[in-house]
């Protein structure tokens, strides 16, 4: 069993770039970070573990990411929101697993909210929705006069080059916000937070764990752990909560387990 790949049409002449490995549901879908893409050690990972236990898979890059079209600059939560719903409604069969990494973890909640039927279960891994408010209240005097005069503040990043900050981005984000009240979900719910995370506080975790309203959600803090959980244990982690949550999700199992 192996990957496939191609692009897909959103509806406007913007391609999303996905792969994707055939085999039974629930499907597993990854939904990366900010400024991120699919190429990811996570990803890469998961990939690796569908393959290996025959279950379906599918990654993709939102607009501006990756090997996606589309600017960078023109994308926001609502945007790429969209985006991973186009992906997984024109991919997948069936209920998914979705596994949101940071930004992904925000994009997942959403998806949730809307398309409740389309979700199996979701694993967050340093789930950082509403992060844009985080980014507001930090905002100094000369980035709020960028942001004011031209749109967009380019902030400085400890992964890379600087990344644009768009007004458009920051006034999307708090029409977006999922943590402003209960979180609706009856599925099965895991949190992986690292507690020397930079960029996330790790009460985040707990946050979202209180405002979801269903009672089968549960939150795993790594102490050492660090933003991306991508070193060799922590991918072990992800391993080991994906397959007990897809092994709790499988319709088939369901007999076995109420016996």
């Not at 069969?93 to 909640?109: C, D, T």
């Not at 992060?131 to 400085?156: D, K, S």
């Not at 089968?216 to 909560?241: F, N, T, Y």
């Given at each position: 069993?192996?990957?496939?790949?191609?692009?897909?049409?959103?509806?406007?002449?913007?391609?999303?770039?996905?792969?994707?490995?055939?085999?039974?549901?629930?499907?597993?879908?990854?939904?990366?970070?900010?400024r991120s893409d699919m190429t990811g050690t996570k990803a890469e990972d998961l990939a690796a573990f569908c393959v290996?236990?025959?279950?379906?898979?599918?990654?993709?890059?939102?607009?501006?990411?990756?090997?996606?079209?589309?600017?960078?600059?023109?994308?926001?939560?609502?945007?790429?929101?969209?985006?991973?719903?186009t992906a997984i409604s024109a991919l997948t069969e069936g209920p998914q697993v979705l596994v949101g990494s940071s930004m992904g973890g925000w994009i997942s909640l959403l998806l949730m909210r809307r398309?409740?039927?389309?979700?199996?279960?979701?694993?967050?891994?340093?789930?950082?929705?509403?992060?844009?408010?985080?980014?507001?209240?930090?905002?100094?005097?000369?980035?709020?006069?960028?942001?004011?005069?031209?749109?967009?503040?380019?902030?400085?990043?400890?992964?890379?080059?600087?990344?644009?900050?768009?007004?458009?981005?920051?006034?999307?984000?708090?029409?977006?916000?999922?943590?402003?009240?209960?979180?609706?979900?009856?599925?099965?719910?895991?949190?992986?937070?690292?507690?020397?995370?930079?960029?996330?506080?790790?009460?985040?975790?707990?946050?979202?764990?209180?405002?979801?309203?269903?009672?089968?959600?549960?939150?795993?803090?790594?102490?050492?752990?660090?933003?991306?959980?991508?070193?060799?244990?922590?991918?072990?982690?992800?391993?080991?909560?994906?397959?007990?949550?897809?092994?709790?999700?499988?319709?088939?199992?369901?007999?076995?387990?109420?016996?």
């Amino acid at each position: 069993m192996r990957e496939e790949s191609g692009r897909l049409d959103r509806g406007d002449g913007v391609e999303l770039a996905w792969r994707r490995v055939a085999g039974r549901g629930p499907g597993v879908v990854f939904l990366g970070g900010f400024r991120s893409d699919m190429t990811g050690t996570k990803a890469e990972d998961l990939a690796a573990f569908c393959v290996e236990t025959g279950r379906a898979f599918l990654r993709f890059d939102y607009s501006g990411h990756g090997a996606s079209g589309g600017a960078f600059e023109a994308g926001s939560i609502g945007r790429w929101a969209a985006d991973a719903e186009t992906a997984i409604s024109a991919l997948t069969e069936g209920p998914q697993v979705l596994v949101g990494s940071s930004m992904g973890g925000w994009i997942s909640l959403l998806l949730m909210r809307r398309r409740p039927e389309m979700m199996a279960g979701f694993v967050g891994i340093a789930a950082a929705p509403d992060f844009t408010l985080r980014i507001e209240a930090a905002l100094a005097p000369a980035a709020r006069e960028a942001l004011e005069r031209e749109g967009v503040w380019h902030r400085p990043s400890a992964y890379g080059d600087p990344y644009p900050i768009t007004r458009e981005l920051l006034e999307d984000g708090r029409r977006n916000l999922v943590l402003d009240g209960p979180v609706a979900l009856a599925v099965p719910v895991r949190l992986l937070q690292g507690q020397q995370d930079p960029d996330v506080p790790w009460e985040t975790a707990l946050d979202i764990a209180e405002a979801v309203t269903g009672g089968d959600v549960q939150v795993v803090l790594v102490k050492d752990g660090d933003h991306r959980l991508s070193r060799p244990q922590d991918l072990q982690l992800l391993r080991q909560v994906v397959e007990a949550l897809l092994f709790t999700s499988d319709p088939k199992r369901m007999p076995a387990l109420l016996a």
